[in-house]
């Protein structure tokens, strides 16, 4: 029989480290739901421990303050996105995966996070101030621009459209604001509005649009 110390080579987490991250994704998942519910201004510390069953300082053992467990929480819906990103099949045209980055973020937007949606402003000051959260922006980027310039060599989107260009219009189409005016708007029929938002997105990068008709959008 070989040594323990053969077994794995892999760290494994004690006990108390597991309840820690336990705990921090407890108060993360609170606070994304209150924020997804009232909003910003609704949200508190207070709030948040109460909705998890623990002391107001214990989240503080976790987050310095408001802000700095806002900036997790977006950071961790970053690190989502580019984990998505990252798992699509890079054999597949990029106006798909075009389409199901598209279809992702949206649908998060209105099921999921949409954060800060009546104060811009705070949610670019801490996507911005924090660096955690600035670089999974930076990472998101990059890995659509990568996607973009893969269609382009393809042949599949338009040669004389620069990458950054594209990510640019892709990321204020999931804007928090655009979210909140086509749910003020739109109601019920948002899944609609987001199908045409897609397919609209789609013809202005795609090469030849009329392949995004074929497709259905």
Same mark, same amino acid.
């Given at each position: 029989?070989? +040594?323990?110390? /053969?077994?794995?080579?892999?760290?494994?987490?004690?006990?108390?480290?597991?309840?820690? *991250?336990?705990?921090?994704?407890?108060? =993360?998942?609170?606070?994304?739901?209150?924020? %997804? %519910? *009232?909003?910003?201004?609704? =949200?508190?510390? $207070?709030?948040?421990?109460?909705?998890?069953?623990?002391?107001?300082?214990?989240?503080? =053992?976790?987050?310095?303050?408001?802000?700095?467990?806002?900036?997790?929480?977006?950071?961790?819906?970053? %690190?989502?996105?580019?984990?998505?990103? $990252?798992?699509?099949? +890079?054999?597949? +045209?990029?106006?798909?995966?075009?389409?199901?980055?598209? @279809?992702?973020?949206?649908?998060?937007?209105?099921?999921?996070?949409?954060?800060?949606?009546? /104060?811009?402003?705070?949610?670019?000051?801490?996507?911005?101030?924090?660096?955690?959260? #600035?670089?999974?922006?930076?990472?998101?980027?990059? @890995?659509?621009?990568?996607?973009?310039?893969?269609?382009? /060599?393809?042949?599949?989107?338009?040669? #004389? &459209? +620069?990458?950054?260009?594209?990510?640019?219009?892709?990321? #204020?189409?999931?804007?928090?604001?655009?979210?909140?005016?086509?749910?003020?708007? &739109?109601?019920?029929?948002?899944?609609?509005?987001?199908?045409?938002?897609?397919?609209?997105?789609?013809?202005?990068?795609?090469?030849?649009?009329?392949?995004?008709?074929? *497709?259905?959008?």
């Amino acid at each position: 029989m070989k +040594p323990d110390s /053969d077994r794995s080579s892999t760290p494994v987490a004690s006990l108390k480290e597991r309840q820690r *991250q336990a705990r921090e994704t407890a108060i =993360l998942d609170a606070a994304e739901n209150i924020l %997804a %519910a *009232q909003g910003w201004r609704a =949200l508190s510390i $207070e709030e948040i421990a109460s909705r998890v069953g623990i002391a107001t300082g214990t989240i503080y =053992l976790h987050f310095a303050g408001k802000d700095a467990l806002v900036a997790a929480l977006i950071a961790r819906e970053l %690190a989502t996105a580019v984990g998505f990103v $990252e798992g699509l099949d +890079p054999s597949l +045209p990029a106006l798909t995966r075009l389409r199901a980055v598209l @279809r992702m973020l949206l649908q998060r937007q209105v099921s999921g996070m949409r954060l800060i949606t009546e /104060d811009m402003q705070e949610w670019r000051r801490l996507a911005t101030a924090d660096a955690g959260c #600035a670089e999974r922006l930076r990472t998101l980027r990059r @890995r659509l621009e990568t996607l973009v310039d893969d269609g382009k /060599d393809r042949g599949e989107l338009d040669l #004389a &459209l +620069p990458a950054s260009v594209a990510v640019t219009a892709l990321f #204020a189409l999931i804007s928090p604001r655009t979210a909140r005016h086509m749910e003020s708007a &739109l109601g019920e029929q948002i899944d609609g509005a987001h199908d045409a938002l897609i397919r609209l997105y789609l013809r202005g990068v795609a090469r030849d649009a009329a392949v995004i008709d074929e *497709q259905g959008g």
